[in-house]
Every structure is written in structure tokens, then in C-alpha cells.
């Protein structure tokens, strides 16, 4: 069963042996693990493999975490899973799609986290008369000098919302290949590389159809996460009111206080490639993604780079939940997000009504957890 607990963590402690030769090779490992959050690194006896390990940094990672949570939250009511997988595409340098009726909040939250950040922000409103040239840029001939000089469109950014990006046509979705796999784009046979942080924030509404345009499998699988916004619940809707009964103008975003340096998010990456993760979960990762490819009711499974981004994102969540070390409920978690935007159904499936979501449940629960 898929859940976010982390229950039992000591079961998934990484260590160098099986866990029979660890017991009697060094019989001083302790039978159980607590979080890095829990007790200070003076109290703990950890394994030998993690003695060296400074848990200063995640403890870091945590407060900064908490003090996102805290400035989004004045904005943004609920959600409270879409700012950790937002954080997490971030750590992990991947880029997100955003799904959702209008008014929950995806303008609003991606505005948000993009202040909190203190990096630069654009926004690119797709309409079916947009040219590629729109949105990485294009030459301007100079009097002055006689000659073309590059003026960069809008991708130049570091958070780039795309509004409605399946509004567009082929051609001007084309564009965004190179920019969001390679963080560059080539004109005219120059190369322009982004500025750090870069990240690609589109959003989609799954209900108006009229005028939009499918995405193609090469761009969705650049995605690292779809997050799927529902309607908050009746409490969160009347905590929405009560906040906003005596306001009627658009939401002032210059009370947000910046959390993250662009230097410390790259100070945040380095730590979550420091999380450990063990050779029998990278092996539990290879096992969903290869079973998506050979299950009944899918007609296109997951590629290789969606076992990275199962692998990525889930040291992102370890790091985030206060952990140096993976455990398989972070691989859960983030395995539907993952891929609930890269799996093709059987015409057969759809025709039953088969969610995408049920079929990765599916999987998921049919594989034995490592111990």
C-alpha cells in the first residue's frame, strides 16, 4: 500500500553488508535508526558507514524547508503537497506540469515560490498564434552598428511559468525541447546557456479542450512531475473566505520574505546528492519502471529517464523529510507523480475507464518491498 510514513525506517538503513553478515560482522549496530531530525548527532549510534556523516546540512535543509512551508502557506491555502513536490523539483533540477481546473492556485503558487526563492520570474501566456521566436528570442538588426544582435525572449529567466502550454502548436512547443532537457538554446548557430536555477513551471487545464493541442511524449517525458490540483476541501475553502472577506484586489506577493539564495540552492543540490541510497532500492526502482513496460494495460511504459527521476526525486524527499537515506516510501510517493504523465494506456484500458494512477498503484503493490 502506498503511504507517506516513514515507519520502521531502520529496516531500510543502507549498509555496506546483508543485514545477517551486519549483525555479526559488527555487533554494535544498533536494531533501529532514527531520523536526523530526531536526536542530535552526540546521542546517536549509527552504523560505521554514517559516523563521518554531518547531519548539520540537513539540518539546514529542514529549516529552510519549514520557512518555505510557512511564506507559501500565507498565499496558498492547502496544497501543502504540491509546495514539497514544487521544493522537490527544485532540489532535484527537474522541471513540473501543473494540472488543474482553473482558480486552485497554480498562477498564484508558482508566483509565490519564485519570491520566496528571490530569482527572477517571467510568465508566458501560450495562444495557438505563438512563434517560437516568442519565447527563446530573436535577432534585431542595429542601425547603429549595421548589424543583427540576439534579443532574448522570455525563457531567459530562472522559474518560467507557462500558462496553458497546451495551447500551443507543435512548432512552437518544439522549442522548449533543447531549453528544458539541456538548460540551452542554439540560434543562428550560437549557443545561450541559462542562468542557475532554471525551471520550467507549465500548467494545463484538463477540462477546456476547444482550441488546445495534445504534447508530444518527447516533452511530457522532460517533465519530472504532473501534479494533479483537486478543489480544496470545505474547511480549506471557508479558511480561503475568512482570509480574503475584506480584500478585493489581486493578492500582494511583496510580503513574502526570501528563504533561498541562488547560491544555496545549488548548496541544497549538494546535498541531496549526498543522499545514500542502497543498491536493493535502485534495484526496486528498475523493477516498477521495467514492469510498466511489460503490463497488460499499457501501451507505453517509462523510459530510462523516468527511473532517474524516480531516483532524483526521491533523495529530494529524504532530504526534505529530514533523512540521509532513501527509504521505499519515499520511492512511492514520488513514483505516481513520476509517472502518471509518461505511461500510454491500452485503447482497451481507456475504454474501461482505467486511470493511469491505478495501473502504477497497481504495480507498485504487485513488487516486494526490500527489507
Do not use: C
Not at 17 to 33: C, F, G, I, L, T
Amino acid at each position: 500500500m502506498i503511504q507517506e510514513g516513514n515507519d520502521d525506517l531502520a529496516a531500510y538503513m543502507p549498509s555496506n553488508e546483508d543485514q545477517s553478515n551486519e549483525s555479526s560482522n559488527n555487533p554494535v549496530a544498533p536494531k533501529e535508526q532514527p531520523s536526523a531530525l530526531s536526536q542530535s548527532p552526540a546521542q546517536e549510534t549509527v552504523p560505521e558507514a554514517f559516523v563521518q556523516r554531518d547531519q548539520t546540512e540537513l539540518l539546514w535543509v529542514a529549516e529552510k524547508v519549514n520557512r518555505v512551508r510557512e511564506e507559501m502557506r500565507k498565499y496558498v491555502i492547502g496544497q501543502s503537497e504540491m509546495i514539497e513536490l514544487l521544493l522537490a523539483g527544485i532540489f532535484s533540477n527537474g522541471h513540473i506540469l501543473l494540472e488543474g481546473v482553473p482558480g486552485v492556485a497554480k498562477t498564484l503558487s508558482s508566483k509565490a515560490l519564485s519570491k520566496v526563492l528571490h530569482v527572477d520570474f517571467s510568465r508566458i501566456q501560450f495562444t495557438p498564434d505563438l512563434m517560437p521566436s516568442d519565447v527563446i528570442g530573436t535577432s534585431v538588426f542595429n542601425m547603429k552598428d549595421s548589424n543583427f544582435n540576439f534579443k532574448k525572449g522570455p525563457i531567459f529567466s530562472n522559474i518560467v511559468l507557462i500558462d496553458e502550454i497546451n495551447r500551443a502548436p507543435a512548432k512552437t512547443q518544439a522549442a522548449l525541447f533543447e531549453v528544458m532537457e539541456e538548460r540551452q538554446i542554439t540560434y543562428d548557430g550560437t549557443r545561450y546557456e541559462m542562468s542557475f536555477p532554471f525551471l520550467v513551471i507549465a500548467t494545463q487545464n484538463p477540462v477546456e479542450q476547444e482550441g488546445t493541442y495534445n504534447l508530444p511524449e518527447a516533452q511530457l517525458d522532460r517533465f519530472l512531475f504532473k501534479i494533479k490540483l483537486d478543489y480544496p476541501t470545505l474547511e480549506e475553502e471557508m479558511l480561503i473566505l475568512t482570509r480574503y472577506k475584506e480584500q478585493i484586489k489581486s493578492p500582494d506577493l511583496e510580503n513574502i520574505l526570501s528563504v533561498f539564495t541562488a547560491d544555496e540552492l545549488r548548496k541544497v543540490q549538494t546535498v541531496v546528492e549526498k543522499i545514500i541510497i542502497e543498491d536493493r532500492l535502485i534495484q526496486y526502482i528498475a523493477q516498477i519502471v521495467n514492469k510498466t513496460r511489460n503490463h497488460s494495460k499499457i501501451y507505453l511504459g517509462g523510459s530510462p529517464r523516468a527511473s532517474l527521476s524516480i531516483l532524483k526525486s526521491a533523495k529530494a524527499f529524504a532530504a526534505i523529510r529530514g533523512r540521509d537515506f532513501v527509504t521505499p516510501d519515499d520511492i512511492q510517493f514520488v513514483t505516481i507523480h513520476v509517472l502518471n504523465h509518461r505511461l500510454i494506456l491500452t485503447p482497451e484500458a481507456e475504454m474501461e475507464g482505467t486511470r493511469v494512477e491505478e495501473v502504477v498503484r497497481e504495480i507498485v503493490q504487485t513488487i516486494e518491498v526490500p527489507r
